[in-house]
């Protein structure tokens, strides 16, 4: 018995200091300057002519709550918080049954935010589960609730909420889904609409319409059940048909939206630009972006991608400055909002290989070195073999140049050449080129083993592209807030890190891959691209059982395209082909009506005429010549050693 009066006198405290505390905190909050709730984490997108193509927290359609179907405002409350209207921003009985719930399940099954308590997430917070986050989530809900009416937190609540597809606001979200203003939404709509928020990706029924049905009846089971409508209404609701539209009036393209999810994960990482946006009052955020190339960019994705879950991303950069100016994450965003070309790291397949191929060329190669192509077993670390092959099995059974393997996409050449420089060689230079992923020096690694994400390898290959200068790949270009500032601006400045000769050397190598000259006992990689080329690319495929890459350059642009399936299943032979026609879309347009963009020939760089498989000087008897480069002073021989043949002999003496 006195430990129960203990245990009461000391809860009686506690409660009281919570209240007090309580209190003390929306007392200190009246006295606070009143957040702007318009204006906060609002942001204004404008692409590279300062045109804008996407306005945040629907600012451009807002709508009052007087001009919000009322069912719409019925559904959304039931839903979401029964309680609002009685609670100043905290619903206590609602946080005891979620705890109990939780604790009782042994996990997570409920949640217990208010739609104040969501705003404030919406508007002031990221989205990382941190005490300090939770801590601002309360402080803001608590500064919303005092300076707020309960009618304005729902008008802005409803004006800022994420209803999947880049839709942020119910005017915005109730133009795409059903072509109307949220004025004039029916109950059956406006059910439909409500239950899109707990889940974008699950309940939009433009990606699930089985799941945003079941989803749509419960809310409007509970809503007859509160008596909120009636049972004629429930029962018409669930009969009507609903017509969905699916895109925006003033704007068809759907991959825009992966280009600006990509700018908000940009915008999250920039030091300068505050955690919260509340110092900021708005931003305004100058991108990169080419809506003429982005509109051609999804228009070779639509004419090209098969109707099946096959899927696609491709990004497009300026070599010179790391300007993206054209990215698609996937071939819909209305029905698959993850983003492949910034958030999915994939296994790279042979567009591996350049980086190590210019890795040895600063270690002495040159396009005449020659390994022996046949079938090779190695031996490393603790006596582990690997035993690669080459795609399709195809064998030269002699000694080929480098050039021969870049062509052809050797494998065995390329892991010889890896061994020969050491693993940690190609490890090196792919951190060098600003590769951040982990990579494991492992024989297979010179075969695109481990996974890179396509913006880390879109910066490798722009060092070639641009004759050896490091670049930060970048979406955005400047952001200024609502009163001028400028909070940002993108710092384009270059590092040299390679040897021009040698890029120049390597990009004309990686010319070879669609160059017929060198069809012999094998074709190059995308030598069926050569008739629809109208201008001169250094060009690298990747494959792998899961993955196909196209990567590609010249001076103005280079572009990535890769192709696979999201659970990792192996593609078929049919499959490989998507990829490439994509590229070489992407590419043509890119540089129709434009010049040439190749490079020059370094002063120290000579060109000579070669056989393009064995890499030795032409003769009368060659019935294929190839001019090939290389720096002054490494030209071919006829008495140049075979690599591997020499390494045997050694060994054998």
């Known amino acids: 018995m006195k430990k ?19 209190a003390g905190m929306y007392l200190y909050a009246y006295i606070t300057p009143k957040l702007q709730i318009k204006s906060a984490n609002s942001f204004t997108m404008f692409d590279k002519d300062n045109n804008v193509f996407f306005q945040g ?31 100043k921003g905290f619903d206590y009985l609602r946080i005891l049954k979620a705890m109990y719930i939780n604790i009782t399940s042994g996990s997570t099954v409920q949640g217990a935010s208010t739609i104040t308590q969501q705003y404030a997430k919406n508007l002031f917070l990221d989205f990382d589960k941190t005490w300090a986050r939770k801590w601002d989530e309360m402080w803001y809900t608590i500064e919303i609730e005092t300076h707020y009416s309960k009618d304005e937190i729902l008008e802005g609540y409803l004006n800022t909420i994420n209803y999947g597809h880049g839709m942020y606001g119910i005017e915005n979200a109730s133009q795409f889904y059903f072509n109307k203003s949220a004025s004039d939404l029916t109950l059956a709509e406006a059910a439909m609409l409500t239950g899109i928020p707990k889940s974008p990706s699950n309940y939009s029924p433009l990606v699930n319409e089985e799941k ?17 409508i009636t049972e004629e209404e429930y029962q018409n609701a669930l009969n009507e048909e609903l017509t969905y539209i699916g895109e925006k009036s003033e704007n068809n393209l759907t991959t825009v939206m ?97 980086i190590l191929y210019y890795a040895a060329l600063e270690n002495g190669f040159t396009a005449s070195t020659t390994f022996t192509s046949q079938e090779t077993t190695f031996t490393f670390a603790n006596q582990q073999t690997y035993s690669p092959q080459n795609y399709n099995q195809k064998y030269g059974n002699k000694p080929i140049s480098m050039a021969t ?85 993108a710092d384009e400045e270059k590092d040299a890190i390679l040897n021009s000769s040698l890029t120049f050397i390597l990009s004309n190598l990686l010319t070879g891959t669609y160059d017929a000259t060198f069809i012999d006992y094998n074709y190059p990689t995308a030598v069926n691209l050569a008739s629809r080329m109208t201008h001169t690319y250094a ?49 043509e347009d890119y540089m129709e009506g434009k010049e040439d963009a190749w490079y020059e020939q370094p002063d120290n760089v000579v060109g000579v005429l070669v056989n393009p498989i064995s890499g030795k000087p032409a003769t009368d008897q060659d019935e294929k010549k190839k001019l090939m480069y290389y720096v002054k002073g490494t030209e071919p021989t006829a008495s140049d050693p075979v690599f591997d043949e020499m390494l045997e002999e050694d060994i054998a003496s």
């Not at 129960?4 to 309580?22: D, E, G, N, Q, Y």
């Not at 592209?465 to 609502?482: F, R, S, T």
């Not at 495929?541 to 590609?552: A, H, L, Q, R």
Request: glycine fraction near 6%; include cysteine.
């Open 4 to 22: 129960f009066k203990k245990f009461l006198k000391w809860f009686f405290i506690i409660v009281i200091v919570a209240i007090i505390l309580h």
């Open 57 to 87: 927290s629907g600012n451009q359609e807002w709508i009052e709550l007087d001009r919000i179907s009322p069912y719409l405002i019925e559904a959304t409350i039931n839903t979401e918080d029964k309680n609002f209207y009685k609670h």
């Open 212 to 228: 945003a049905k079941e989803r749509q009846e419960l809310i409007l089971k509970n809503m007859r059940n509160d008596n909120i």
């Open 258 to 354: 992966y280009y600006q999810d990509a700018v908000l994960k940009e915008l999250q990482e920039i030091k300068e630009i505050p955690s919260t946006f509340l110092e900021t009052g708005g931003l305004r955020i100058y991108t990169n972006l080419d809506l003429d190339m982005q509109t051609k960019l999804e228009e070779n994705i639509k004419e090209t991608m098969p109707d099946s879950e096959l899927e696609v991303a491709t990004m497009m950069m300026d070599p010179e400055t790391g300007k993206i100016f054209a990215l698609a994450g996937g071939k819909n965003y209305t029905t698959s909002e993850f983003n492949r070309a910034i958030s999915a790291r994939r296994q790279v397949g042979s567009t591996m290989k350049p």
């Open 405 to 489: 393997a870049i062509a052809y996409s050797e494998n065995i050449y390329a892991v010889k050449t890896h061994m020969f420089l050491g693993e940690e060689t190609l490890v090196n230079m792919a951190k060098r080129l600003g590769i951040t992923s982990e990579l494991d020096e492992v024989p297979s690694l010179a075969l695109g083993t481990s996974e890179i994400s396509m913006s880390e390898m879109v910066g490798a290959y722009a060092a070639f592209a641009n004759e050896g200068y490091k670049v930060k790949p970048h979406l955005i270009q400047k952001v200024i807030d609502n009163e001028g500032n400028v909070l940002y601006e």
């Open 539 to 587: 060009l690298k495929s990747g494959t792998t059982n899961t993955d196909n890459w196209y990567i590609g350059y010249n001076k103005d642009v280079v572009t990535a395209v890769w192709c696979g399936y999201d659970d990792n299943r192996d593609l078929n032979s049919s499959e490989y082909k998507y990829a490439q026609n994509i590229w070489l879309a992407n590419m």
